[in-house]
């Protein structure tokens, strides 16, 4: 069916990309291309915190990513509350702000780098063979290395989870609210334009993107009509005037200088404090900050956006989960809540590599040596222009239905990356991805020759279900994290992302104008199995999986009397009062998109319903205070 191309061994290193890196880095500091961090974002008050001289808010929201910033900036703005927004980072790297640099920030300081245990059949061509999860950690949060895409999930994907205040009109409407887009291209929605949350077209290596409609269309795929979820759309980016635009930009920027709106970076929160025994409420929060431990006051509320992984990781730390569990750790025991951290699930990707000829017609298919990539660095410290302003993922995505499902809804998506001959932004991609280095160096080896084209595609309807739990030697450090990729009884998981990969090597056959073939990349582990044998292709897949940006279901949301929820409805703990959490975890099922919109929507909503309820409090008090001031007059 494809032809085998067998390259020889070699490694070439990161240099090249550290030296570049660095020269970012030095010139926007030194020049200060990119603006200063104090004068973008709110000011830093952990030192003030330090000092004991601000101590008490009435709402603490950790974590600044997308769902704690959009919770910040509703609850800040009618003035009535003071909220304290804690990062357990910093401000945003100027590599951060630079798009093209995207693939240098993961594995980086700016992210979390979960290492996962040993999954059975997913990344066994990693180093050490694990995989890991990338979350950011910086003000930002993963909006701050992530890949700058914008799309909403689909209004079946959060009917799915089955509540009417999370259903698919609640989060359209907030979709629209938010969004700020005034190009022409469309998506099931349409778009909402003049709102906070800026997006635009991304206009990025066309001509690959051309080709591959082209060849697309040969095997059935079409572009995506309005109102229908299958198909091929553009993608937006979230930049603007050629920087990242993260979700502090759009969230925090505007609000900034709000009285009432405080910030503290570089903060860990350890664990929650928990009031008992009989009325169980959030207090507060206890923070190491430079290792110095301190406690906070919130005299209203807690809001946990840490992500699903930190979420779940700090209520278990406050005590709440399982009394044995928790009794075999030391660890307090405040509230029962069998469910914190199960039901973990993740969108997983599978990348295949495409080599391309030399000589294809529309690829842009020149070299990509050190002097292109000066060039591009100048024009784009220059003028913001060029191959920096983007990630260097195409522009478009293929939604596409594999197997019969009795729906028209996607199982698969697929993203592209074109690499030119020696391009360095594969060199980035596979320092990212940490593959066993004899699989790097066979990639590379190959893109000394040739153009390729990286096929991403991901299971973005997971039925498979891993759990999180506390690293027991260390009960701060990362913690335990089982992906149970590919475990759901039918392994249709499995089935479906193998139906994606028949259909991209399928999809290289009518690719013959750009000999396209899929590559025997010499996996070690697959070494005793024939090249595109069955065997070999699931040897290939075990190998190549990977957990992609969208995990959830952490901290589930279900009806008050269900043990396998967390939060209710409202977002609150079903057993702590003033405690909530406002991000993906809280989602049974995730959407079948990337997920920022979807994680910044729910950290607005939740905003909405804080609002409401605490207004309530207030306007009660306040008609109480003013009938008591005219019985005295
Ligand atoms: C590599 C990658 C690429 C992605 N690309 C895209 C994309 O192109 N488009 C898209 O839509 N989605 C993408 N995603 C997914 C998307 O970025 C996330 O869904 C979204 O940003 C998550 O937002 P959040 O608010 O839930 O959490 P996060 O962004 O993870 O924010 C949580 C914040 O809490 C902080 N925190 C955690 N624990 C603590 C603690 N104990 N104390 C204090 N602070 C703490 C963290 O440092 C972090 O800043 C990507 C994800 C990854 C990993």
Redesign the pocket.
């Known amino acids: 069916m494809y032809g085998v191309i067998k390259y020889d061994v070699s490694t070439v290193s990161g240099s090249l990309l550290n030296a570049f890196v660095l020269l970012i880095n030095t010139l926007f500091f030194n020049v200060k291309l990119i603006g200063d961090p104090e004068q973008v974002y709110p000011k830093d008050i952990s030192e003030k915190i330090l000092k004991e001289q601000e101590t008490v808010f009435d709402f603490i929201i ?7 910033c959009a919770v910040a900036n509703q609850i800040t703005e009618n003035g009535l509350w003071k909220v304290l927004l ?4 910093d401000y945003p790297s100027p590599s951060s702000e630079v798009p093209g640099l995207f693939t240098t920030l ?1 594995r980086s300081g700016e992210d ?1 780098n979960f290492l996962m245990l040993k999954e059975p059949r997913a990344c066994l061509g990693l180093r050490e063979s694990r995989c890991r ?19 909403g999930g689909l209004p079946e994907d959060y009917d799915e989870n089955g509540f009417v205040q999370w259903d698919g009109s609640i989060f359209r409407d907030i979709f629209m609210h938010l969004e700020d887009y005034t190009g022409s291209e469309q998506s099931y929605y349409g778009h909402g334009k003049g709102g906070l949350l800026h997006f635009e077209d991304a206009v990025y290596n066309e001509s690959a993107k051309d080709m591959l409609e082209v060849h697309y269309i040969k095997v059935g795929s079409k572009r995506m009509p309005k109102r229908h979820s299958l198909g091929m759309i553009s993608h937006f980016l979230m930049t603007k005037n050629g920087e990242r635009y993260n ?1 502090a930009k759009v969230f925090l920027t505007p609000i900034k200088d709000r009285p009432n709106l405080f910030f503290s970076k570089n ?4 664990s929650i404090q928990i009031s008992e025994p009989v009325d169980k409420r959030a207090t507060g929060v206890n ?1 190491s900050i430079n290792g110095i431990r301190l406690s906070l006051r919130a005299r209203k509320e807690v809001i946990l ?4 992984i ?1 979420n779940p990781k ?1 209520l278990l730390l406050s005590g709440i989960g399982e009394r044995g569990y928790l009794d075999k750790l030391k660890l307090p025991y405040k509230a029962y809540m069998p469910a914190v951290g199960k039901y973990l699930q993740m969108h997983v990707a599978l990348p295949i590599y495409v080599s391309l000829n030399r000589t294809c017609p529309t690829c842009e298919p020149e070299v990509y040596n050190e002097t292109t990539l000066y060039q591009d660095t100048f024009e784009y410290i220059l003028q913001r222009k060029g191959r920096f302003t983007h990630t260097g993922v195409n522009n478009f995505v293929n939604y596409i239905l594999t197997k019969k499902t009795g729906t028209t809804l996607p199982n698969l998506s697929v993203q592209h990356m074109y690499f030119r001959i020696e391009d360095r932004n594969l060199l980035a991609w596979l320092e990212a991805m940490d593959y066993h280095p004899k699989i790097a160096g066979r990639l590379l080896s190959v893109n000394k020759l040739n153009p390729m084209m990286m096929f991403l595609v991901t299971l973005i309807h997971p039925l498979s279900r891993g759990e999180l739990n506390l690293n027991e030697t260390h009960l701060l450090g990362d913690p335990s994290i089982k992906g149970a990729i590919f475990s759901d009884e039918e392994s249709s998981d499995f089935d479906t992302i193998l139906s994606g990969f028949n259909y991209i090597t399928n999809l290289t056959t009518v690719m013959d104008d750009l000999a396209a073939e899929f590559m025997d990349i010499d996996i070690p582990n697959c070494r005793n199995y024939k090249f595109c044998s069955m065997r070999y292709v699931k040897c290939y897949i075990e190998n190549m999986v990977f957990p ?4 959830g279901g952490t901290t589930r949301m279900g009806p008050e009397c269900d043990e396998t929820a967390v939060v209710k409805e409202n977002l609150e703990l079903r057993r702590v009062r003033c405690l909530r959490v406002a ?3 809280i989602l049974r099922e995730l959407p079948r ?7 910044a929507a729910i ?1 607005y909503r939740l905003g909405e319903i804080l609002k409401e309820k605490w207004m309530k409090d207030y306007e009660a008090k306040f008609k109480v205070g003013k009938e008591e001031e005219e019985e005295t007059e």
């Open positions: 950790v974590g600044g990513g997308a769902a704690g804690i990062e357990a980072g993961i979390w999860i990338s979350r950011g950690k910086a003000l930002g949060g993963t909006s701050a290395i992530g890949n700058l895409m914008y799309i979700m903060t860990l929160v350890e923070v956006a840490a992500g699903p930190n700090l992609m940006g969208g995990v991000d993906s975890s998109s990337n997920t920022i919109a979807t994680d950290g």
